[in-house]
């Protein structure tokens, strides 16, 4: 049974919703974000890089109480604006191809402690107490966590017919997608859709592992002072149907001593090794990955008599660190050995290409994504992927709805 509640939110004026929201601050370039810090006063980016007026480096306290001054300084100016009562809301992300559909609500973190939210990868705990202090001392969030769960027909049925109603906001970004926010605020709505997630037995974590564990912490640590909003963090719930599972392609920077002719030999003992020359060939299903080497692409078929019944084993990403990554080329820490980086699969495998071309990676390898069947496989079993096995959209925008403490 899956508990959401209705929220009291914060959130941008509608004339101002398309010059407030933002992409996720990772990922902005350089250039881009002085870019938008320079021309646009009213871009959620001066929230979170609070610093950037004066150029200087700050502590993390300062930089902890420049976001909560920043956001303040919003809300005073009337940039942002807070809902009367609690409720909850439809969201739409429209891109070129893809569309996506949700709800937004408070979640339970009863739920999560009971393993009725399920997750899938592991978090580090630096990370989860940065935000937990981050969480603590700015007092708001406004990056839900990306929920799934299974196809509900009439959830699904209910949810189109709201998309025929007049919107609260609808907007166009710079990223040429398309928003579009309806308000849920009825009590027989909000009750009717609490009462189908109460039949909905689990929940499954597709994006925001950490912003979750960091919650969890910041309530254990506060369960003595009764505030009620520390029982729930805000969330896009999102049909399983409705979610794009990409994968994290790898680049590597060396080949641990080995020459061309060697490695290819060592990778020989457990894939069949085709050349594609200059085909940009990526993989078209589970067991195959593309492989680029000094400039030439290869498409490697791990070999049928070495896969393994268990099934973490069998995850492409593992299959990978178990036979290349690790034994061959030396990496044993994929979180934190800088000989590795990562691009998400909704790039172009021409990226890939073009960094090993560069000369500063070696070699680059493109894997199959995983469906959402082996990623819930692997929640209900308590197992975890390896890091950066999945990137997953929509990506919600920053500044459009904030949950606050």
Partial sequence: MSKIVPFIAVRPTPD?????????????????????????????????????????????????????????????????????KPILFLYEIKTKNLSFTGLVAGTSIEDYKNNIIKKHEDTLQYRVEYFKDYLHQIGFNTEPVLLTYLDNQELN???????????????????????????????????????????????YIADGHHRLASADLLFDENIMNKNENLNYFMSFLIAESQIKIYEFNRIIRDLNGNSKEKFIEKLSKNFIIKIKNQELWKPESKFEFGMYLDGNFYALFYKLEKKNPSILDNLDAQILFNTVLQPILGIDDL???????????????????????????????????????????????????????????????SGLLIYEL
């Fill in 335 to 397: 979180r934190n050995d800088e000989r590795i980086e990562y691009i998400p699969g909704n790039q172009s495998i021409s990226t890939i290409k073009e960094l090993v071309d560069e000369g500063e990676f070696e070699v680059g390898f493109m894997l199959f994504p995983s469906d959402i069947c082996e990623i819930k496989t692997l929640a209900d079993n308590n197992l975890i992927m390896p890091p950066k096995s999945t990137y997953i959209e929509p990506k919600f925008r």
């Fill in 157 to 203: 049925d209910w949810i189109l017919n709201k998309k025929n109603e007049q919107p609260l906001y609808h907007f166009s970004t710079t990223n040429k997608e398309k928003h579009t926010l309806w308000r849920i605020e009825t009590e027989s709505e909000i009750n009717w859709i609490q009462n189908k997630f109460e039949n909905i037995p689990e929940l």
């Fill in 16 to 84: 101002k919703v398309s010059l407030v929201t933002c992409r996720n601050y990772d990922d902005y370039s350089p250039a881009e974000l002085a870019s938008w810090l320079d021309f646009n006063p009213f871009s959620f980016l001066h929230i979170i890089n609070p610093a950037y007026i004066h150029s200087q480096k700050i502590t993390l306290d300062k930089r902890f109480k420049g976001v909560l001054h920043k956001y303040q300084d919003f809300k005073a100016n009337g940039v942002f604006i807070q809902e009367e």
